[in-house]
């Protein structure tokens, strides 16, 4: 995947590395998101058919007519609709879905649990992958990741057929195995970002996410009306499977044992890398009482439960208020992470153009990009309102996602350039923290809503989730430290904090002369020289 000598432009190894971490998160997303369309279509009766009167009399007439031209099935018009006399609730006799299939009787709370499953697991790996990433290296962690994950998704059927609490426990176990994926995938990203790329290779990784919930949410939602939720998970499972070879024929921890590698390239990426202690010793007791390090996971926490909060509960919104049908609850809940997607894109060129062409400080750049979190509560606030628009309420949560997607580029690089090579671990001590939201979030929505699936009750959601995102802004403006903690550097080399007052240039090494496309083999349109 590298370049030959003899070619003058090509995709460089470091964002071919790059596209392959993308790739695992796509995976890690995939069965992570899929799952809360799942559910809902393991149930025997979705919430709008259920004693919910208090509903049927806000947005049962006016979306259910949405709910028909949403619709992406072809063979819409045999389907059965049925309407039952005394309440007036209309009853979509399984117009996609396989009944040979089996269903089950879960309330609210029980399906809350159940999608939450995932990160009960989730969160006591964390910290476990920045170790195993620092001792081992990412490329096994994060294979052995995606294949048991896989192998775990091909037995969840069988874990449903046994029992809620089985299949809570699969679920548990695959958020546990993928719990290393971040923390694994910051490491390694420490050995191949420059510091003037940084942001878009985290972006590149980061798009994981965005095509994770699209192929979770949409394509899954049309897997099921095909074949039913079982065979979605078969083929989801297989498709992993066949992914973790790629990886372990594709995927290197450094470019030092990349055998692909371009000498041009490798120099250049480890000549302008920031020094940084390179023994296993991992200092635990600096990492858990740094100050800085605990503004970061407070600040991340408050993104993730804004992001939590449209990945576990956005399919249960667009089912029990707006009345959307499978179908067409997939396509509208994948809709906000496309704008998500091109929020990440165009934020991460121009905050790196930022840092490289202007005097700004890094640390106000970053803090600058947090504010994004102020929009996505005065968004989430809004959902509320709008009551039954439909429209408006899905344009509100697009608006939302494309002012959290600054947060990737904006601020997700701090734990690089705050903690150096030990990066993999403080992400996964801070992903620990806020991946507990992933189990939070949809206890949270279970209680306010279990038998009230109203307008206003779902009003309290939302409301919460914009006074967590507020009071992340408020921390980052008051606390947030970008330049590297001390004993993450050589003993030599550490910095004064004011280090980043100065210029771009003053700051960074020079590039060797060789890769500014003087010599064969190099890349004159992608190095950072020409690059914006």
């Known amino acids: 995947m590298a370049c030959s000598r003899t070619m003058n432009c090509c995709i460089p190894t470091r964002y071919c590395l790059a596209f392959l971490l993308m790739g695992v998160v796509i995976h890690l997303f995939t069965l992570r998101s899929n799952f809360s369309i799942i559910v809902v279509a393991m149930v025997k009766h979705s919430a709008n058919n259920e004693g919910n009167s208090s509903r049927e009399?806000?947005?049962y007439d006016v979306n259910i007519t949405?709910?028909?031209?949403?619709?992406t099935h072809e063979?819409?018009?045999?389907d059965l609709l049925a309407l039952n006399d005394k309440t007036g609730v209309l009853l979509q006799v399984n117009r996609t879905e396989h009944n040979s299939q089996d269903k089950f009787s879960w309330d609210?709370?029980?399906?809350?649990?159940i999608i939450g499953a995932y990160s009960y697991g989730n969160v006591f790996s964390q910290v476990m992958g920045g170790f195993l990433e620092a001792r081992f290296g990412g490329k096994k962690v994060l294979g052995l990741s995606i294949l048991l994950s896989s192998v775990l998704t091909l037995l969840t059927p069988a874990a449903a057929v046994a029992g809620e609490w089985w299949l809570f426990v699969v679920r548990v176990v695959v958020g546990f195995v993928q719990g290393v994926v971040y923390p694994s995938a910051f490491g390694i990203l420490s050995k191949w970002s420059l510091p003037s790329e940084r942001s878009r290779l985290i972006t590149i990784v980061f798009l994981g996410e965005t095509l994770g919930v699209i192929v979770g949410f949409s394509l899954t939602a049309r897997l099921i009306t095909q074949f039913g939720w079982a065979v979605t998970l078969y083929i989801t499972g297989v498709t992993g499977l066949v992914f973790c070879c790629i990886w372990c024929l594709l995927a290197f921890?450094?470019?030092a044992v990349h055998p692909r590698i371009s000498e041009a390239e490798r120099t250049y990426i480890e000549t302008n890398l920031e020094k940084t202690k390179t023994d296993k010793q991992i200092p635990w007791l600096k990492l858990f009482l740094s100050p800085h390090l605990w503004v970061l996971i407070y600040i991340h926490c408050t993104e993730c439960w804004g992001f939590f909060l449209l990945l576990t509960s956005l399919p249960l919104y667009m089912d029990t208020i707006l009345n959307f049908n499978i179908d067409a609850n997939g396509a509208l809940s994948s809709l906000p992470y496309l704008t998500q997607m091109a929020s990440r894109i165009l934020s991460s060129l121009i905050i790196d153009t930022v840092i490289k062409r202007s005097d700004f400080k890094k640390a106000n750049i970053r803090k600058t990009c947090t504010l994004a979190l102020v929009g996505v509560a005065a968004c989430l606030a809004g959902v509320g309102h709008v009551r039954c628009d439909s429209t408006a309420a899905i344009a509100m949560l697009c608006l939302a996602t494309v002012m959290s997607g600054v947060m990737i580029p904006g601020f997700f690089p701090c734990f690089t350039e705050l903690t150096l090579a030990f990066s993999g671990v403080a992400f996964g001590i801070s992903n620990t923290v806020a991946n507990c939201a992933?189990?939070?979030?949809?206890m949270v929505v279970g209680i306010l809503t279990d038998e009230n699936q109203t307008i206003e009750a779902w009003q309290k959601v939302f409301y919460i989730g914009a006074a967590i995102s507020v009071s992340g802004s408020v921390m980052a403006l008051l606390f947030l430290r970008t330049d590297p903690v001390s004993w993450a550097q050589y003993p030599d080399e550490a910095q004064d904090p004011d280090e980043d007052k100065l210029p771009q240039p003053a700051r960074d090494k020079l590039i060797p002369d060789f890769y500014n496309g003087e010599e064969e083999g190099?890349?004159?349109e992608l190095v950072y020289e020409t690059t914006v």
């Open 57 to 59: 009399n806000e947005c």
């Open 66 to 71: 949405q709910d028909v031209s949403y619709s």
């Open 75 to 78: 063979n819409i018009t045999t």
């Open 108 to 113: 609210p709370v029980t399906q809350g649990r």
């Open 253 to 255: 921890d450094s470019p």
């Open 438 to 442: 992933g189990f939070i979030v949809p």
């Open 522 to 524: 190099s890349w004159p």
